[in-house]
């Protein structure tokens, strides 16, 4: 027994004596290692490479400045790669988590690209997965980017952008009084910016909208009229009047057509005392509009009639 533990003893200290050197304890690649191969990765356009630094780092050295930087850089390399829903969960991990953001700026531009790209058409992946094929719609997933945007940076030319898009896109989604409500805002903020003039355009538009997808509203036209007036008051010179009254006259001939039709629906079934009231009420109403001048024609030959 004593002869074993000398022979244990023994060995343990040859080996020990024999192998210290490759026992001494090896760090890997140090924070500032990393970031710098991170920059160089950066600065040759290697996204791949970022990307991996980032991760590394991320891991490794979570607690440290670097791994908070870490998040935006990640989030620049699947921008430039083209994958907007890594990216854009990389740059809210950020800004959530940075208490000064150093590229706080930069990384809500990149939001509001993103936003402006789910906009304009482009498609999210599949399972918001990087390897799935881009199908799926992301407009209304824009909205909420856009949202974020101007709760951040609510005073910013980002933000009356932001808004702008958001309020086309509820109008594209049919939401029409949220995208009234979205103008507002825009206007109210930002009342002798260019894009205000632009809100109460689009405000016009989705008035005209409104009257093609849902029953008249005689509410509608009068709101119409009165964003008419406040677009003249607050830009008289502004070219895109123009398109506004034009708008507003089309409503007209649509609340007019409705009432004309009216009349000559009573006219067909013979009931001519109520179709001559419904011309009249045409003619009252909107008495510039081309469903006017035909009831007036109209009026001539029935009233003259002397079956009335």
Not at 275 to 302: F, G, M, N, Q
């Amino acid at each position: 027994m004593k002869m074993f533990l000398w022979v244990l003893f023994f060995g343990f200290s040859s080996l020990t004596a024999l192998d210290e050197h490759e026992l001494e304890w090896k760090e890997g690649p140090s924070v500032q290692e990393y970031n710098s191969a991170l920059q160089q990765a950066l600065n040759a356009g290697n996204w791949w490479a970022v990307i991996d630094y980032a991760n590394l780092i991320s891991y490794n050295y979570a607690t440290t400045a670097f791994a908070k930087e870490a998040s935006y850089f990640m989030g620049e390399a699947y921008f430039k790669l083209g994958y907007y829903e890594a990216a854009n969960e990389s740059f809210s991990a950020y800004l959530n988590h940075v208490v000064s953001p150093k590229h706080f700026e930069e990384a809500i531009e990149y939001k509001y690209s993103i936003a402006e790209a789910y906009a304009n058409g482009k498609n999210k992946r599949l399972f918001g997965s990087i390897k799935m094929p881009a199908w799926v719609p992301a407009k209304e997933d824009s909205i909420e980017i856009f949202d974020e945007v101007i709760a951040v940076s609510p005073h910013s030319d980002l933000a009356i952008r932001s808004l702008l898009y958001k309020a086309r896109i509820q109008t594209y989604l049919e939401d029409f009084k949220p995208s009234i409500e979205t103008l507002d805002v825009l206007i109210r903020r930002f009342p002798k910016h260019e894009l205000a003039a632009e809100a109460y355009l689009e405000k016009s538009k989705v008035y005209l909208l409104q009257c093609q997808a849902q029953n008249l509203d005689p509410e509608i036209l009068d709101l119409s009229l009165l964003n008419l007036r406040k677009f003249r008051l607050a830009f008289p010179r502004e070219p895109r009047l123009e398109e506004a009254e034009k708008i507003y006259r089309d409503m007209q001939e649509i609340f007019g057509g409705s009432l004309y039709e009216t009349g000559y629906f009573f006219e067909r079934t013979k009931k001519i005392p109520a179709s001559i009231l419904y011309y009249h009420k045409v003619i009252a109403k909107y008495p510039d509009t081309e469903a006017a001048h035909v009831s007036r024609k109209k009026l001539e030959t029935l009233e003259s009639s002397p079956q009335l």
